[in-house]
């Protein structure tokens, strides 16, 4: 059974930082395009950051330079570094687990809620 686990979120305020994991397990989890999305209130789920099996990694422009996506395969772990967060940051954030080559997959954990107050 596939389950991805995300931890780390919480209440902090503009400026302070987080840092979510998201454990993998029931996949070979390096071989997977791994990522972070977030889904505020009354909007759609939204990108934050991906990173492929080779490293190659992708940000919203909205969080570029302020977030950093990064894995451990060895651990079955994504993290994301979330710095000088905003309130416009708040939301339910999600860890995504896919491949596009066949056989195609796609997993979603439940969530975490981070929370940011002026």
């Known amino acids: 059974q596939v389950q991805l686990v995300e931890s780390g979120g919480g209440l902090v305020q503009t400026g302070e930082s987080l840092r979510l994991s998201c454990a993998a397990s029931?996949?070979?989890?390096?071989?997977?395009?791994a990522g972070w999305y977030r889904q505020a209130p009354g909007k759609q789920r939204e990108l934050v950051a991906t990173i492929t099996s080779g490293g190659w990694i992708n940000y919203a422009e909205s969080v570029r330079g302020r977030f950093t996506i990064s894995r451990e395969n060895g651990k079955n772990t994504l993290y994301l570094q979330m710095n000088s967060l905003e309130p416009e940051d708040t939301a339910t954030y999600y860890c995504n687990a896919n491949r596009q080559t066949p056989p195609r997959r796609d997993y979603w954990g439940q969530g975490t809620q981070v929370t940011v107050s002026p």
């Open positions: 029931g996949i070979i989890f390096a071989i997977y395009t």
